[in-house]
């Protein structure tokens, strides 16, 4: 069974670009072709103009990756660890220029023992930039972190592309996503379903806001559906969404609907339509239900 069917994505220099998928849905195995660490079966892989099995040692030099999880030698300090990195690149910058960009100075001589998680994501994502790449792949680089670590890191990739770099991320976060990547693929199947900057995926749900209502009894999916105003429906659970163009005019129109039904409305909330919400409609799940397989 092929993972991946007939994708064609090309990543301009200097953008952010975020691949979201489902549990299965290719974008791991993507990724690892586009790193040179799984050989595609066929088709052109070009990364900077250049080809894996042609040209390894000149790519390997210009990119840097951060993995999900990455495994340090907890006895060596992070400078000892990040000049171990920048051993690696024939240019780059100096382990203190690549902790100072993490914000890790005051751990500079720390063992990786001793720091904690969101410390330890930020050194990973350092090891990946002490090679001053022109392309970086971080694969999940905020899972697990707490909302100030998470934060941390997204003014790290806000600097990188403010400095022309470019940045191919994967993440489960669909805030991280909208508010990070210039554009997104969502792949599932082995296919890119949907690609487009995360206003454009929004814009194409034909409906600017959400309305969310949990009720006490039942009512046709075709009644909600035809009310004035809703683009789509979908349910999970007891809960049904509404993507609508003019909540103002939608939600008078339905509570109309229930009173005259007498079916009591149990919840109700409303909000702007989100990335999140372009997910669901094209996937029929949300991306955090599903760890990051291949």
């Known amino acids: 069974m092929e993972a991946l069917v ?15 998928g489902p549990n299965g849905a290719g974008k791991t195995t993507t990724i690892e072709i586009l790193e040179g660490l799984l050989e595609a079966t066929s088709g052109d892989v070009e990364v900077l103009g250049m080809r894996w099995g042609r040209d390894d040692d000149a790519i390997r ?16 300090s992070v400078r000892e660890t990040l000049t171990l990195f920048r051993s690696f690149y024939v240019k780059g910058i ?24 969101g410390q330890k994501q930020r050194l990973a994502v350092a090891t990946a930039l002490v090679g001053d790449p022109d392309l970086l792949f971080l694969d999940e680089p905020t899972t697990g972190l ?11 990739i ?9 940045v191919l991320l994967t993440t489960h976060y669909m805030d991280e996503a909208e508010r990070l990547c210039d554009r997104i693929a969502i792949v599932d199947h082995g296919e890119i379903i949907a690609l487009g900057s995360p206003q454009e995926l929004i814009a194409g749900l034909g409906g600017e806001h959400v309305i969310e209502i949990s009720l006490d009894g039942e009512r046709p999916d075709a009644v909600l559906e035809a009310l004035p105003g809703v683009r789509s429906l979908g349910r999970e659970g007891p809960a049904i969404r509404l993507t609508v163009s003019e909540p103002h005019v939608t939600l008078p129109a339905l509570l109309s609907e229930l009173s005259k039904a007498a079916i009591e ?30």
């Open 94 to 117: 100096s382990a203190d220029e690549a902790i100072a960009l993490v914000s890790l100075q005051e751990k500079a001589a720390s063992w990786i023992g001793k720091l904690s998680g």
């Open 158 to 166: 806000r600097e990188l592309r403010g400095r022309g770099r470019t």
């Open 265 to 294: 409305l149990t919840s109700l909330t409303t909000r702007h339509a989100s990335l999140e919400d372009v997910f669901v409609s094209l996937t029929g799940r949300h991306l955090r239900d599903d760890s990051d397989e291949r």
């Open 6 to 20: 007939g994708i064609d994505l090309t990543v301009s220099q200097g953008e952010c670009f975020g691949l979201l």
């Open 61 to 76: 030099h210009r990119i840097g990756i951060s993995l999900q999880e990455t495994k340090l030698a907890e006895k060596l």
């Open 146 to 156: 707490d909302p100030q670590s998470r934060r941390q890191l997204w003014e790290i």
